[in-house]
């Protein structure tokens, strides 16, 4: 049951701006025939939108907002409630939960980076992960049909889909990477122990100090000179990355990385092939599996030596490090890709969702475990850095790094010197690809909904096609990402094209939805749905602070852009140019859709154009009848 006071409330909302939803007496529910109706645009594109079948196309995407169906069919919906929150808890724990954040807290103050990170999660990630999973079930839209609430931002749908294709391009190269490292430690001598291995070289560290003759000369090789055993498996076995002598030249496709890539892609199709359904159960064993797994690193990894320096030198508090603005451009921009907004993915996800679904317990639940996530993983990582450290009699931060080279280098160097290694590093590796599964599922999901709903005729019967083909794409465009050298492309593929790309989209997304869709809109759409209208601290952080919070980081990110290099290799620049291009391939849509939306709008002056931009689809009927464009109006502006 409604209160009075929001019922009134919501009642003063309708009478000043008529064009917002009204409740049905009965259930709650929006009657599409009342306020859906299409304009003449839709029922030349739908010619069955008439009679007593126009209910069932709505804006052009024949889906009605709340029942979600398209040619009379349902919308498919998540078997279980839990379904839904391990589908999103798992694509927002991802691979940068482990090697990212753990590394970032201890370069930018330890404990007192929580102070800017926590800030951030209140203000801007809860609040975006809050918006996108009310917009999503809502609306009951993927990505790009969504922008029916304004088509001004369409382009803003089409970036993020491409902006995810893209990521799909190289997340699942990693999880091949994993695979091949899971296959790898079923031995009974870890092959990255010992330097006695046909790919081994002679600055091959051992664990014993001395000197060996290297093209005449005597060199002095301990654990700072030499290279560990880990290091030259994952250089040269692994990637063979040896056979490369930089992006200029990839050499050939590295075989065993394109199986296990390959293989990567088939659990992939075969888990999201089928839709929400299928995907929904696979979760319950890759979105739970991480959290056991750490929770046996962690109890294993305090009884180490060492173990307590590692962590104290993680949470140790540096308050001078706050002083410095990279430690709050860090955070605001980890709490935003650990959040995982932006990708239409949590979009997607929540368009499944059953209408009266409590979306607010869902987005507080995600992001908290989310972030706590982060925090335990930091824990079990310098845990076994500690260590490490005093094995090597070397500093800790000469030992800790972040990337690729923590797990797949200082991590297996770590579990080889365990007993019972085979089996520490069989579920280390377990936990590796399940993670990196979690988030390629949501990424794949992302897109198929998306292309799904914008083209419901063409693509609705046809899911397990489209995915096939996606996963074709994918195999085959990042097979540039598994050559001898693969990881110059990955290291490319990571730093451009999700990005300030995908900042820049997700600032737009933020600012079409709080003000040109409209704060005093989307309350009303939640108090529909969950009985309860947002409290003002939310509607004030959408309609400002989250915005602003996100501009911010995108003028950060183009401030303090370097170019890119990988350790000593540095990039040419027409690989810089290369990256940029594909930056600003997902980021031209957004522009090029305002222009597109307003140029080929169906009106005859330039201002109807724009009013019916800026409008949802379903009040251009209006609009063209009676002139009265509500978002012409300063109220709708100052309203939230």
């Not at 890709?337 to 409590?358: D, K, L, Q, R, T």
């Not at 070397?394 to 972040?402: G, S, Y």
Request: with cysteine.
């Amino acid at each position: 049951m409604e209160s009075e006071t929001s019922s009134v409330e919501l009642t003063r909302m309708t009478n000043l701006y008529p064009d917002l939803p009204n409740k049905n007496e009965t259930n709650g529910i929006v009657n599409p025939s009342e306020h859906e109706q299409p304009d003449v645009e839709d029922v030349e594109r739908y010619p069955k939108m008439n009679g007593q079948e126009e209910s069932k196309y709505i804006d052009g995407f024949g889906v009605s907002e709340h029942e979600g169906h398209v040619d009379g069919v349902e919308r498919e919906t998540w078997g279980k409630k839990m379904d839904f929150l391990l589908s999103a808890i798992g694509f927002a724990v991802d691979l940068s939960n482990v090697w990212r954040f753990p590394y970032l807290c201890y370069r930018n103050g330890g404990g007192a980076f929580l102070i800017p990170y926590v800030i951030f999660l209140i203000f801007g990630g809860m609040p975006l992960l809050y918006m996108e999973m009310s917009i999503g079930q809502y609306h009951r839209e993927g990505a790009i049909s969504l922008w029916k609430i304004c088509p001004l931002f369409e382009g803003v749908g089409w970036a993020v889909v491409l902006i995810a294709f893209y990521v799909a391009f190289y997340y699942n190269v990693i999880i091949g990477w994993s695979i091949f490292y899971l296959i790898a430690s079923f031995s009974k001598d870890l092959p990255w122990i010992g330097c006695d291995h046909d790919w081994n070289t002679d600055m091959c560290y051992n664990g014993t100090d001395g000197y060996v003759n290297i093209g005449g000369d005597q060199v002095w090789i301990n654990a700072s000179t030499g290279d560990s055993s880990a290091r030259e498996f994952w250089e040269r076995k692994a990637l063979q990355i040896h056979k490369s002598d930089g992006i200029e030249d990839l050499g050939g496709l590295n075989w065993q990385m394109v199986l296990c890539f390959g293989a990567a892609l088939s659990i992939v199709y075969f888990t999201v092939w089928k839709g929400v359904k299928t995907s929904g159960k696979v979760v319950w064993v890759t979105a739970t599996m991480p959290y056991v797994v750490l929770l046996v690193l962690l109890i294993r990894g305090v009884t180490l030596p060492g173990a307590k320096e590692g962590i104290t030198y993680y949470v140790n508090p540096d308050f001078n490090r706050l002083k410095t603005a990279q430690v709050w451009v860090d955070a605001a921009t980890q709490i935003f890709y650990s959040i995982g907004a932006g990708f239409g993915v949590h979009v997607a996800f929540s368009s499944y969702n059953p209408f009266h679904n409590n979306c607010y317990f869902d987005a507080m639940l995600t992001s908290s475990i989310n972030c706590m996530t982060s925090f335990l993983s930091g824990f079990v990582i310098f845990a076994f850095l500690g260590y490490m450290s005093v094995k090597q009699q070397r500093p800790i931060e000469d030992v800790a790094t972040d990337g690729p080279g923590l797990v797949f280098e200082v991590y297996p160097e770590a579990i080889s010197t365990l007993p019972g290694s085979t089996a520490w590093s069989i579920i280390f590796y377990i936990m590796l690809i399940t993670l990196g599964l979690d988030s390629s599922f949501g990424g794949f999901e992302s897109i198929a909904t998306g292309l799904i709903d914008a083209f419901p005729r063409r693509l609705k019967n046809k899911r397990k096609q489209l995915v096939l083909v996606m996963c074709c794409v994918v195999f085959l465009v990042g097979l540039a990402n598994v050559s001898y050298g693969g990881l110059y492309v990955l290291t490319l593929m990571d730093s451009y094209v999700a990005g300030t790309s995908l900042l820049f989209a997700v600032c737009c997304e933020a600012i079409g939805i709080s003000w040109f869709y409209g704060v005093y809109v989307l309350a009303p759409n939640i108090e529909e749905m969950i009985g309860s209208r947002p409290q003002l601290w939310w509607r004030f952080l959408w309609k400002f602070i989250s915005p602003i919070f996100l501009f911010v980081i995108v003028i950060c990110s183009i401030i303090y852009y370097e170019p890119i290099t990988l350790e000593e290799y540095d990039y040419p620049k027409w690989a810089d140019a290369i990256g940029w291009c594909m930056a600003l391939s997902s980021m031209s849509l957004i522009p090029t859709f305002v222009v597109y939306s307003v140029v080929t709008a169906d009106a005859s002056t330039w201002k109807q154009r724009l009013a019916l931009a800026i409008s949802p689809r379903k009040e251009h009927a209006k609009i063209k009848s009676s002139g009265e464009v509500v978002r012409f109006k300063v109220k709708h502006w100052v309203t939230f």
